[in-house]
């Protein structure tokens, strides 16, 4: 079983943002209201998670899509 890094690689961050450069990935991260940590060499440090579920492919529990019709039944 493959483990998954907690936080996002080098790459994963420069893919998001389109750039190399940590001054520019940290201006892109601000502007668009990402939360991260900078390190210590100023490289953004950007939680997994965080970033799987503003991007909307997180783990999440599909919820019931049927409508509740014995609810409608009662009222």
């Given at each position: ?24 990935q940290v201006s892109w ?47």
């Open positions: 079983m493959e483990t998954v890094p907690a936080f996002l690689l080098p790459g994963e961050v420069e893919m998001l943002t389109g750039f190399k450069t940590h001054a520019r991260l601000r502007t668009k209201g990402w939360r991260f940590e900078l390190s210590g060499s100023n490289r953004p440090i950007i939680a997994r998670r965080y970033a799987e579920s503003l991007l909307g492919c997180g783990d999440h529990q599909h919820q019931n899509t049927r409508p509740n019709f014995d609810a409608l039944r009662a009222a």
